[in-house]
């Protein structure tokens, strides 16, 4: 455990150089509250609800949705995966006792303590100009069930960006598959629109899919959007969901290391 | 008009080259106009879910709400086609050195460096999202003089002039901060707001993103063309922001061009 607790003091380092980008960008995402608040605000003029939620349950999702992304989103952990596989950086994690997708974890955990913290600072900037509108429900429940899910969510979200950076072990470029994943991930996470929007069945269907814990699930439990039997049920699903997609990256990793070739001296 | 033929060879020798290096790899060509698709779809499919919900945002039906947005998205992907891969490497050319090689080329570095690759996956995108506008005029029963569409085509140029004058100040940043990268993100979510109706914004939101920050204007002014006509406040008003951001975004970038001393600047 002491080389993933250096890899995560390293990765705190690393990130902390870029501090100021991940500030510039939390202050700039800022600006996706305002369009939420806007686009929303018009969608509900003279309607006490729509899907059964009011204007602020609505707006208190998007909000909690910004900061869990800041704490527990895969950014450009694919990018930097499929960089140490096409410059020949992985071969070093080959010759030592150093499990490849371990330390990958820790330095994303690190760049998460960073940005996270950072999207809560712009956050509480904005809180001013928003609290009027955010309504949180009070469960204790929430809480204990929402943070394994935000937990899990991290661990998804991270495996599912380390099998892609793993393409890169037979693709030159990748970044079309990512942004790919991405568009499916952003629409199915429930980024866009909260998820329980969508018809009954299809609602249901997508329950069932990965992305619906990518984002979705934690904030649902968090903002009161699920009851405590579907928060249950979730995280079970969740959990395996995690397991699988921990198992698939080791499969993709094993499966790409026989097609690599380590090069140079 | 001499200066003009010459930057106008320039630029045809970079669209060759752009032409010749997408025939090279069609597979990726083809993963990147899926990308562009899918994330088209998924706006639309964002419309259709709202829509389900409600039948008028700020005023605007679906049909409207699809125009308005097909309009963003068509300024999008000519943006995109015709400019995004140069001006999303000036960014890392700019840290790593490697924009001696704009500085070393027969033109204005901006032109240079702006216009060096065109993708082909937007430019054909853009049909999609004509597509999309044609749908939803013919949905809405419209049928424009050619005069109208003229002026939408103008309307048009404007808005990839202003997204263009954006996304470079954006990436001139390069210039002052270590790394930019993330900050296309920061003009991504600015840019969310022109698929909003004018009609929405108020107050103070009102003065900052339809006056101040013209996101609004650039696809509000194109979409009201078709809908209404002519207005001619709608229209100076864009002209006005064209020249106003065109201008800025030249003098923060030359701005910035002082500092840069050439390798690790």
Same mark, same amino acid.
């Given at each position: ?11 705190? #380092? ?7 980008? *991940? $500030?510039?960008?939390?202050? *700039?995402?800022? *600006? ?20 059964? !939620?009011? !204007? ?35 071969? #070093? !994690? ?27 600072? =712009?956050?509480?900037? =904005? ?36 099998? %892609? ?11 079309? %598959? ?36 990518? $984002? ?21 699903? #969740? ?11 080791? $499969? ?14 | ?7 106008? /060879? ?33 706006? &639309? ?46 960014? /890392? ?66 808005? &990839? ?21 993330? &900050? ?13 109706? /004018? ?52 003098? &923060? ?13």
């Amino acid at each position: 455990m002491l080389k993933y607790r250096h890899a995560f003091v390293v990765g705190l #380092q690393s990130n902390l150089v870029y501090r100021w980008n *991940f $500030a510039a960008r939390s202050l *700039f995402s800022l *600006f996706h509250l305002v369009f939420v608040f806007i686009f929303w605000g018009a969608i509900y003029a003279g309607k006490a609800s729509i899907g059964g !939620f009011g !204007f602020t349950q609505t707006l208190t999702y998007f909000v909690v949705l910004f900061v869990l992304q800041f704490f527990i989103g895969a950014f450009n952990e694919d990018y930097l995966i499929s960089e140490d596989i096409r410059n020949g950086l992985i071969n #070093q !994690f080959l010759l030592k006792p150093i499990n490849y997708f371990a330390y990958r974890l820790s330095v994303f955990a690190s760049a998460r303590v960073v940005s996270g913290a950072l999207g809560f600072m =712009a956050l509480l900037v =904005a809180l001013p100009f928003f609290s009027g509108y955010l309504a949180l429900p009070h469960d204790g429940w929430r809480i204990a069930l929402g943070l394994p899910a935000m937990a899990l969510t991290a661990l998804i979200q991270f495996s599912i960006a380390y099998c %892609f950076g793993m393409l890169a072990f037979w693709f030159l470029e990748i970044q079309g %598959f990512v942004i790919l994943s991405m568009a499916v991930e952003t629409v199915l996470g429930g980024q866009f629109f909260p998820l329980d929007l969508l018809p009954p069945a299809v609602f249901h269907a997508v329950s069932y899919l990965p992305f619906y814990y990518q $984002a979705y699930f934690p904030n649902a439990i968090l903002t009161g959007r699920i009851g405590l039997g579907a928060a249950a049920h979730g995280l079970a699903i #969740q959990a395996l969901w995690a397991v699988i997609l921990v198992c698939l990256a080791e $499969a993709v990793w094993r499966r790409g290391l026989r097609h690599h070739t380590a090069a140079g001296g | 008009m001499e200066a003009f033929s010459r930057y106008l /060879r320039i630029w045809l020798a970079s669209a060759r080259y752009s032409l010749v290096r997408a025939m090279m790899f069609r597979g990726d060509l083809f993963i990147w106009a899926l990308v562009e698709l899918l994330w088209i779809s998924v706006t &639309v499919l964002t419309i259709a879910v709202v829509y389900s919900h409600t039948s008028t945002v700020a005023g605007w039906t679906k049909y409207e709400m699809l125009l308005l947005v097909g309009t963003s998205m068509l300024i999008q992907r000519f943006l995109m086609g015709f400019f995004w891969s140069g001006i999303y490497e000036m960014g /890392r050319n700019v840290r790593n050195g490697a924009f001696d090689f704009v500085l070393a080329q027969p033109g204005d570095p901006l032109f240079m460096a702006s216009t060096r690759k065109l993708e082909l996956d937007g430019l054909l995108n853009s049909v999609v999202a004509a597509g999309l506008v044609v749908y939803a005029a013919r949905k809405l029963g419209l049928h424009p003089a050619p005069s109208d569409l003229a002026l939408y085509a103008c309307m048009l140029a404007c808005g &990839v002039a202003i997204h263009y004058s954006a996304l470079v100040m954006a990436m001139s940043l390069s210039f002052w901060i270590t790394s930019s990268q993330g &900050v296309e993100g920061s003009y991504f979510t600015l840019m969310e707001f022109s698929r909003i109706p /004018r009609e929405a914004f108020r107050g103070f939101a009102s003065a900052v993103f339809v006056w101040v920050l013209p996101v609004v204007v650039v696809s509000n002014a194109p979409a009201r063309a078709i809908l209404h006509g002519f207005e001619p406040t709608w229209a100076l008003g864009l002209c006005a922001a064209t020249l106003v951001w065109f201008a800025l975004a030249v003098m &923060v970038f030359r701005s910035g061009l002082k500092r840069y001393t050439s390798s690790s600047s």
